[in-house]
């Protein structure tokens, strides 16, 4: 019973550790895909970063300045930009401030039909700045997704290769083992001659 138990485990772990091994190629090609996906649908938007040098490009994207928007980190950073556009159009404020004081604006019929422009203009640039940032960081996220994928399908590649070569190897020890062990003694005598002891007075034939 304790001999079946244990093949039982050794088999178990190379059907795990082969299980693993499939698995993990097919999760980094899963997640090289995926990358592919976010590339082309970043490189469709055709979004570029300002030139280097310009007053567009803040301090911090510098290191981006005319470089088209197809992975994460750049989408990342190009939202990063928008964000900092936004304050600069806002004086700070987010779309949900502006659009307030806008509506505010609006109520109030002695309101100039000058400030209520401007205050429309900046509502309109937040909106679309949030939403074109939203879209950026939904790229990111993916983009991240997608290294994640990468990384677990290594680490189930490496684990299940480790894990079915130590099963393979319990295995064929365990089947040598097997074979090595002395043949059980008392096998059945071919003949009534065998079956006589010494002291015993049986002739063959009777």
Not at 91 to 108: E, H, K, N, R
């Amino acid at each position: 019973m304790l001999h079946t138990a244990r093949a039982l485990v050794r088999w178990l772990t190379a059907l795990t550790g082969f299980a693993l091994l499939i698995a993990g190629p097919i999760m980094i090609g899963v997640g090289v895909s995926g990358q592919h996906q976010v590339t082309d649908q970043l490189t469709a938007q055709q979004i570029t970063f300002p030139a280097k040098g310009s007053s567009g490009l803040p301090a911090a994207q510098a290191a981006y300045g005319g470089q088209p928007v197809t992975t994460g980190d750049q989408a990342k950073a190009f939202s990063d930009m928008i964000e900092t556009h936004i304050k600069e159009a806002t004086g700070g404020l987010t779309y949900s401030q502006v659009s307030a004081q806008y509506l505010a604006a609006s109520a109030d019929k002695t309101t100039p039909a000058a400030t209520l422009t401007k205050l429309s203009g900046e509502r309109q640039t937040a909106f679309m700045g949030e939403s074109l940032r939203g879209s950026l960081l939904s790229a990111y996220q993916a983009w991240q997704i997608t290294y994640l994928v990468i990384g677990l399908g290594i680490a189930f590649t490496g684990i299940g290769a480790v894990t079915l070569l130590g099963a393979t190897i319990a295995l064929a020890s365990a089947r040598k083992t097997r074979q090595e062990q002395p043949t059980a003694t008392g096998s059945i005598p071919d003949t009534a001659a065998t079956l006589a002891e010494p002291g015993l007075n049986i002739k063959a034939g009777q």
